[in-house]
Structure formats: C-alpha cells, structure tokens
C-alpha cells in the first residue's frame, strides 16, 4: 500500500533527474533536482536506514538551488561499499570521492540528516571541501546517554541478536515488519493523523532497503559510537544545526553545548517535533536553510 505524500504537489514542480557513479565499489544512485546551472549546490546525506525518499520533503520546500540527493552504500538503491567499511570513514571517503565525481562548480553545501550528521561532520572535519554545513537533527552527543537512551540500549540488543543470528533469521529480523512500526511510533510526534500514516508508511516502505545484513550492522556501530562533537573544532565553515524540541536521540541542552564547539555555528531549535524534522516540519527546516544560505556573515 502506498499513502500519497502531503508533499506530492510541491516536489512535482521541481525537476529531476537521476544518476548513478561508481564510488569505491559502490554503484551509487543519486537524484538531481532544481535547476543543474543554480548558482549553489547543495549535496544532502540521509539518515541510517533511510534513502533519498526521507529528504524530498524538504526538497521540495526549497527554490533556486541545485539539490543532489544520493542513496547511502549499501541502502535504497545503491550498492554497499566494497573498498571501504560503512563506518564514518569509510562513509567520509566515501562522500568525497563522489563529490569530486560530480564535478560541481560555484558555492557547495553539505547537508546531513542525523547519522548524516555525523558522516558529513566526519568529513568536513577531514578536508572535505564545502563552502557551508548544515545539520539536521545533529547527533549532538553519545546516543546512549540521549533522553531515552534505554530504547538505545534496546536497540544495541536488537542489532546484536540480529549479528548471532543465522544470515536468514538475522535479515528476517533487521527487516521485521512490527520492530519497523514500533520504531516508527517511538520517533513521530505529530498528533495530524494522516500526516502520521504517511510517516508509518515510509518507514513501511523505505526503513528495510539495505542490501545485506553486514552493511546495516557496520552502519548502526557507527552510528552509536560516533557524534557530531567529534569533529566540530574541526569544522571552520558557516554550520547551521537545526535542532528539535522532543529529539529523543539528543536532548536541546546538548545541541548548545555542541553550538559551543563549532568555531562558526547557528543553532535553531524548532518546537513540537522530535527526530523526523525532515518529515513533520519540512517547511520549517527549509525556511531556516533559506535564511542561512542568503545571509552574508560580516568581514
């Protein structure tokens, strides 16, 4: 069953084309919207176990720049990483090799999304060139130690059973149906019911497309045993972090102690909404990204 998306109409309006690279073993697909001769390029890193699906939302919010949206290795329709591990360096190699595949010209931005955060941050931190980060629902802090970090816990077992499992049984339980569902309702916080079914009906149809059970393993390690503060001293470019008020993976006193570490970082918080920003309030986050990209910092 496919729910419509509440963002049909407006992601219709925006141009799109589709491509693929061959990027340290990975035959990555990516999707290219907006105008390709827009003035800036903004490359966007989704979540973990999430696709380019996950981030239309807020593409289609956006107007006047090109937007390049590819599948993680290993999730959506992109092969897994063969010359690399899917941790955060191989993850970070693996985002530079593919951006200087692309050729860009004029200003470059580098959005991530919450495990995208981590990766983008990652490699920013390690010499990836960008003119601008932005960071959406950052991972500001340790994920154990976030407001429900005990459903952290939980899914450090989950994870592991799926690791001692046989390959079969390990793969049928990654891609359970009800543990999907359950997490899906863990994350939503709106109360628009339909906007809910949509929300369940992407994790329905998205959350499970990894291509094998080693790749979502590596990926979820990384995700738990990496953050953001890592590597923000290390990242001199402009960041904007876009925050949540009801983030369960990472509390809001945690997302200004991490403002605090970038030399040069703003932080917005937006109220009511938890770790799907990308999809509650997209109209939100893209009028933040907005007002960063055309403000001129002073000389």
């Known amino acids: 069953m496919i729910v419509p998306s509440p963002y ?69 329709e992109s092969g897994p990483l063969t010359e690399v591990a ?20 004029g200003p470059v931005v580098i959005l991530g999304h919450s495990f995208g955060s981590i990766i983008v941050s990652g490699a920013v931190a390690g010499g990836l060139p960008a003119d601008r980060v932005i960071l959406v629902n950052p991972i500001a802090a340790p994920a154990l130690s976030g407001p429900r970090g005990i459903l952290t816990r939980l899914a450090v077992f989950y994870y592991w059973a799926a690791d001692k499992l046989p390959e079969r ?25 339909s906007l809910r079914r949509w ?19 590596e990926a979820f390690t990384a995700s738990v045993e990496n953050d953001v503060s890592e590597f923000a001293a290390q990242i001199s470019q402009p960041t904007l972090l876009i925050a949540a008020e009801k983030d369960d993976i990472t509390a809001v006193p945690a997302q200004y102690r991490l403002q605090k570490l970038f030399p040069d970082a703003d932080l917005r918080v937006i109220s009511d909404v938890g770790h799907l920003i990308h999809y509650e309030v997209p109209a939100q986050a893209a009028a933040h990204v907005q007002s960063f990209l055309s403000a001129v910092k002073p000389a």
Do not use: C
Request: charged share 15%; glycine share 10%.
């Open 8 to 76: 049909a109409g407006q992601l219709a309006r925006i141009p799109v084309r589709t491509g693929s690279a061959s990027v340290l073993g990975s035959s990555t697909h990516y999707w290219d919207y907006g105008d390709p001769a827009a003035p800036t390029t903004i490359v966007m890193v989704h979540g973990f176990r999430g696709d380019h699906h996950g981030l239309e939302p807020v593409v289609a919010q956006l107007s006047g720049y090109r937007i390049i949206s590819p599948d993680l290795p290993g999730f959506g």
């Open 86 to 105: 899917h941790d955060i360096p191989g993850y970070g190699a693996w985002l530079g090799e593919f951006i200087a595949q692309l050729q860009l010209t």
């Open 199 to 217: 929300i369940h009906n992407q994790h329905d149809r998205y959350f499970s497309a990894f291509s094998d059970r080693r790749v979502v393993l």
């Open 169 to 193: 049984l390990g793969f049928a339980l990654l891609q359970n149906p009800l543990i999907v569902r359950v997490t899906s309702l863990a994350m939503v916080k709106t109360k628009d019911k």
